[in-house]
Nanobody, 127 residues
Framework: QVQLVESGGGLVQAGGSLRLSCAAS????????VGWFRQASGTEREFVAA????????YYSDSVKGRFTTSRDNAKNTMYLQMNSLKPEDTAVYYC????????????????????WGQGTQVTVSS
């Protein structure tokens, strides 16, 4: 299975931007769709965004649609999450995870569909 490592988290003021990266090891990164999830303290891990194997399809939660953009560079084995107009409620640990099947709207949102989770990167948005 592919191994994933997130980076790019930090502290930012409300309205600011951050770009998260998810670096994959192994040659099979392009065989996986990839998703972003987040988990705030005391809450369950929730879906944020996902991107298909070739990058042609993306999915977003309603809470980040229009503010976050996910992309990937298979040549660099890396996926990105550009986060703009950040809000204090975006504060959480952000995780990337690999999805081993073809990505559809029916299977993109559930964390149970994903394997090979990274260890997470903290994003804190101050008001």
């Amino acid at each position: 299975q592919v191994q994933l490592v997130e980076s790019g988290g930090g502290l930012v003021q409300a309205g600011g931007s951050l770009r998260l990266s998810c670096a994959a090891s192994g040659r099979t990164f392009s065989s996986y769709a990839v998703g972003w999830f987040r988990q705030a303290s005391g809450t369950e891990r929730e879906f944020v965004a996902a991107i298909s194997r070739g990058g042609g399809s993306t999915y977003y939660s309603d809470s980040v649609k229009g503010r976050f953009t996910t992309s990937r560079d298979n040549a660099k084995n890396t996926m990105y999450l550009q986060m703009n107009s950040l809000k204090p409620e975006d504060t959480a640990v952000y995780y990337c995870a690999a999805h081993p099947r073809v990505l559809y709207s029916t299977n993109a949102y559930s964390r149970n569909e994903y394997v090979s989770w990274g260890q997470g990167t903290q994003v804190t948005v101050s008001s």
